[in-house]
T-cell receptor
Framework: NAGVTQTPKFQVLKTGQSMTLQCAQD?????MSWYRQDPGMGLRLIHY???????DQGEVPNGYNVSRSTTEDFPLRLLSAAPSQTSVYFCASSTDRASSKNIQYFGAGTRLSVL | AQSVTQLDSQVPVFEEAPVELRCNYSSSVSVYLFWYVQYPNQGLQLLLK??????LVKGINGFEAEFNKSQTSFHLRKPSVHISDTAEYFC????????????FGKGTRLHILP
């Protein structure tokens, strides 16, 4: 049982490049989410999904796309990277609903730098 | 919309001394409250949570928090800290009647001084 796995751990991009951050969980969790963490800003929700085929926007969705074709995977796509997207990205999952009694499990993070 | 405020961005404390990390949330009829810890270069993990019932909640690693509805606070405490408690601590809140998201505070970095 690996929990929540994020790849890659580190990535450097040039402005305008696109890429996909991968997130997979093996706990059969329905709820998955993506956060970005910036110094002094805490964690800000980018997108979330309450189940396969269902996604919704969080607090800071601009410049990011998500899809949820399976329960296990929730990739985050940067369409055209900008320096403002330099951050640490965390994926999290929980059993069904984020606001219920369920604990969110976090991946180890992806450190992204956009030059 | 729910919000949470962590009043201190950094808290230095001597080893074996007590510590309190402060958290206030925006008022609501009902809330779920959480404290998460992030050790260096790791993801977040749950320390403790308040859902209902007793206002004093005990978590892992000797931490506890008290839910105070009148003051809309959920402060985290530990009677004696250890060097291994060096981490960033996040308070979070969610609305039990909405199934969308948990709102995190900006975090408090705990520095343990030898």
């Amino acid at each position: 049982n690996a929990g929540v796995t994020q790849t890659p751990k580190f990535q450097v991009l040039k402005t305008g490049q696109s890429m996909t951050l991968q997130c997979a969980q093996d706990m059969n969790h329905e709820y998955m989410s993506w956060y970005r963490q910036d110094p002094g800003m805490g964690l800000r929700l980018i997108h979330y999904s309450v189940g396969a085929g269902i996604t919704d926007q969080g607090e800071v969705p601009n410049g990011y796309n998500v899809s949820r074709s399976t329960t296990e995977d929730f990739p985050l796509r940067l369409l055209s990277a900008a320096p403002s997207q330099t951050s640490v990205y965390f994926c999290a999952s929980s059993t069904d609903r984020a606001s219920s009694k369920n604990i969110q499990y976090f991946g180890a993070g992806t450190r992204l730098s956009v030059l | 919309a729910q919000s949470v405020t962590q009043l201190d961005s950094q808290v230095p404390v001597f080893e074996e001394a007590p510590v309190e990390l402060r958290c206030n949330y925006s008022s609501s009829v009902s809330v779920y409250l959480f404290w998460y810890v992030q050790y260096p270069n790791q993801g977040l993990q749950l320390l403790l949570k308040y859902l209902s019932g007793s206002t004093l909640v005990k978590g892992i690693n000797g931490f506890e928090a008290e839910f105070n509805k009148s003051q809309t606070s959920f402060h985290l405490r530990k009677p004696s800290v250890h060097i291994s408690d060096t981490a960033e601590y996040f308070c979070a809140v969610s609305d039990p009647y909405r199934d969308d998201k948990i709102i995190f505070g900006k975090g408090t970095r705990l520095h343990i001084l030898p």
